[in-house]
């Protein structure tokens, strides 16, 4: 078939790597791979090529660029009493780590999870490699060799950098400490991301704008609305998190937020075009059903450059799979996109199930859907978005729930989605994963029997684009397994598009090739996860490929063992 269009073209960024350099590809997320040769005549020939283990469970997607892999890891095994994190360069064609790099934490500075390295893709750029990590620091190591270029402290200020923030009220008190989840974005010589805690009623959340060259901060904007009758100003702080009232171009704000949480948890999108970042949104503190206060369970938009307010959009209230839905964070980030008429459009999915697409430049919305399925008469499924009122034990597995008592108790929708959408520019479509994680008891996962881990998607109207029965709710007719087969099989991934084959990850931790055009399964691995087998008390997550030229790679979390695997596939030429 013809080749996509390249992400050059796309993105208008002249200057943009080639590979999958960064979260979900490029700084516009499309999860689209313009540089390789895979697809539906070849990728039955996909082959392992290595299988690496690093000593600790990979909580991401790698970055590879130019036959490396980029990947780091959730807890490093080799630190004393595993608190620290570790980073490794690894060749595709030797599978040799060519180059590592570490660091050690005490266990208090651990995330809310108990992870104690990072869980974001990195950023290689310009000769550089930049990462978050659960400490609350971003590190800048050489590309080559991954030597220390800088580190910045964003969860206690940071003088060195110009850093005025000391973020850690209610830690003391038994709340968890701001952690550095998102994937950071570069682009223009500069880099941004989301640093916070949603689960601390006293922390606040930021996003931060660094000179890529030095790691020193060009302006800091507080994702806690404090005034209902205005928006934030740039560089203005709250004073609860500040210890030396900083100087220009530095405001202190003396009053108390609308609200405190709305943390970035998703990597922010960048418009070469506009020069402006998206940042989705997590929930409030204190939380409750949408509407919530701004800037919460939503997109932010700012100035890339400046950092001024440009506008935010929240999920509509109808757009939850029941009203009774509440802490539908924004696990997932934002793609950037154009439509057939050359329009540059954003889509945007959430914990709630819901997923829209908005126009870049005012965040009007075009279209939602909502991705979880209900009956042909629009009637909701029992078994989708379960809320056990308070008489049911929290440890039944899977309890039996009528629509009336989920829809009459509040909860959190643990099957709606944390996944970022993948975008085919030549037929119009959108591929997102469906499904939570799969530790909650009462909903974990998915209900597969009415749920596919991924939908594809048509961009105008958002209605399936592959081909469906006439069953009651209505399922794809293709892909029938690994769709609605394995119980809980979870879609808490990104999915990836290869010319006309579009690869997903799940909780079975399997990675799973299908058509673009209809749905067909290709061709499929499973990672080990028979270990877990997607099912309800099974741990285990891979959370998306990364394609690079002929390579595809994953990594794992998986319960045992060395906690995960980094795995590396290429084209078997020898194939017929």
């Known amino acids: 078939m013809k080749r996509a269009l390249s992400k050059r073209a796309m993105s208008n960024d002249p200057s943009a790597p080639n590979g999958w350099w960064m979260h979900h590809g490029d ?7 313009t540089d390789s040769s895979i697809d539906s005549s070849n990728v039955r020939n996909l082959a392992l090529r290595h299988e690496v283990l690093l000593g600790g469970p990979i909580l991401s997607t790698p970055a590879v660029v130019d036959g490396f892999v980029y990947v780091g890891i959730a807890n490093n095994l080799a630190v004393a009493k595993q608190n620290g994190g570790g980073f490794f360069k690894v060749c595709c064609k030797s599978g040799e780590v060519v180059a590592r790099y570490s660091w050690a934490i005490e266990a208090d500075e651990r995330d809310t999870h108990g992870f104690c390295g990072m869980g974001c893709t990195p950023a290689v750029r310009d000769g550089k490699v930049v990462f978050a990590a659960f400490n609350g620091k971003v590190y800048c190591l050489s590309a080559d060799d991954l030597s220390e270029q800088w580190v910045v402290d964003l969860r ?6 110009g850093q005025p923030v000391t973020n850690v009220l209610g830690v003391d008190q038994g709340y968890p400490p701001a952690a550095g989840w998102s994937s950071p974005v570069v682009a223009n010589g500069r880099v941004w991301l ?5 689960e601390n009623p006293f922390m606040s959340s930021f996003v931060v704008c660094l000179d890529l060259q030095s790691g020193d901060v060009k302006w800091i904007y507080c994702t806690n609305k404090f005034e209902a009758h205005r928006d934030n100003a740039v560089n203005e702080l709250p004073i609860s998190a500040v210890r030396d009232i900083p100087g220009a171009p530095f405001t202190v704000f003396h009053g108390k937020p609308t609200t405190m949480g709305c943390s970035v948890w998703g990597s922010i999108a960048y418009s070469h075009e506009f020069d402006r970042i998206y ?5 409030p ?3 409750g059903a949408l509407p919530t206060v701004p800037y919460s369970n939503g997109v932010l938009a700012l100035d890339a450059s400046s950092g001024e307010f440009r506008g935010f959009r929240q999920f509509p209230a109808e757009s939850s799979y029941r009203s009774s839905d509440i802490d539908v964070d924004v696990g997932g980030s934002p793609t950037i996109f154009r439509d057939k008429g050359g329009r540059l459009l954003l889509s945007l999915g959430c914990k709630n199930g819901a997923f829209m697409t908005m126009c870049a430049e005012s965040l009007e919305v075009i279209d939602w859907t909502q991705l979880l399925p209900r009956y042909n008469d629009g009637g909701q499924i029992p078994t989708v978005d379960v809320h056990p009122p308070a008489w049911v034990d929290p440890n039944a597995i899977n309890p039996t729930i009528t629509n009336r008592e989920s829809n009459e108790t509040q909860g959190e929708n643990y099957c709606g989605t944390y996944s970022t959408a993948a975008f ?6 959108l591929f997102m994963g469906l499904g939570g994680n799969n530790y909650h008891p009462s909903a974990p996962g998915i209900d597969s029997a009415s749920t596919p881990f991924i939908r594809a998607l048509h961009v105008d109207g958002l209605a399936d684009a592959w081909p469906l029965d006439d069953g009651d709710p209505r399922r794809y007719v293709h892909g029938r397994p690994p769709l609605y087969t394995l119980e809980k099989e979870s879609g808490l991934a990104l999915p990836a598009v290869a010319n006309d084959v579009v690869f997903m990850t799940t909780s079975r931790l399997a990675l799973y090739a299908f058509s673009v055009h209809d749905g067909r399964l290709l061709w499929q691995d499973l990672l080990g996860g028979m270990e877990t087998g997607g099912m309800n008390g099974g741990y285990g997550y891979c959370l998306g490929p990364a394609i690079c030229g002929d390579w595809v790679v994953t990594g794992s979390l998986m319960f045992g063992a060395s906690g995960g695997s980094l795995r590396i596939y290429t084209l078997d030429r020898e194939c017929p």
Do not use: F, M, S, Y
């Open 194 to 198: 989301g640093i916070g805690e949603g």
């Open 156 to 161: 206690n200020a940071d003088p060195k950098h």
């Open 27 to 33: 700084a516009a997320h499309t999860g689209l791979a």
């Open 424 to 429: 085919h520019p030549e037929l119009q479509r």
């Open 285 to 287: 503190v204190p939380d």
């Open 279 to 283: 940042c989705p949104t997590g929930n």
